[in-house]
């Protein structure tokens, strides 16, 4: 994998912390898990803080902005089609171990709501930063998520308990009254 230190928005030197009373980061490098404006908007997000910013790229991404935006750029699945490249996990948190990456940004989509990423980069000592892992397992569960918020008294829209399977179970619903499609 090719490595080039490619200039970020501003000199490191001069990047200025947007409070004196933010709160130390715990990380100096932040890889961006993601591709196009949204890692571009991370990599910002983390030359504004001071932060040493990563970027990874599919074969057929590696003339693109997000790229030439990170102070450190690296192909990521390699022979893989462009989308199943940003969704190697194995290639992703190997490149973020061996460049020292302190924290990866998922961004959204592609691998932001998977349990089995954040566990992974948990594993290698490098911070997800997002949700943990046992909150993405609760939650990337839709029904689970579901229970959990009624169980906690939180309002949900009106559903059924279960999967519909047949026709009339979803007519009794719809038929039913207080929801949102009768």
Known sequence: MLSRRLAPW???????????????????KIMAANRGEIATRIMRAGTELGLETVGIYS??????????????????????SPIGAYLDIESIVKTAKE????????????LSEREDFAAALEAAGVTFVGPTVENLNKFGDKTMARALA????????PGTDGPVTTLEQAREFIEGGDNPVG
């Open 99 to 110: 460049n020292g990456v302190d924290a990866v940004h998922p961004g959204y989509g592609f």
């Open 10 to 28: 501003g000199a490191k030197g001069l990047v200025r912390p947007l409070s004196s009373q933010a709160p130390p980061i715990p990380f100096k």
């Open 150 to 157: 009624i169980e906690v008294g939180v309002p949900v829209v």
């Open 59 to 80: 074969k057929e991404d590696r003339f693109t902005q997000h790229r030439y935006k990170a102070d450190f750029a690296y192909q990521v699945g390699e022979g893989k």
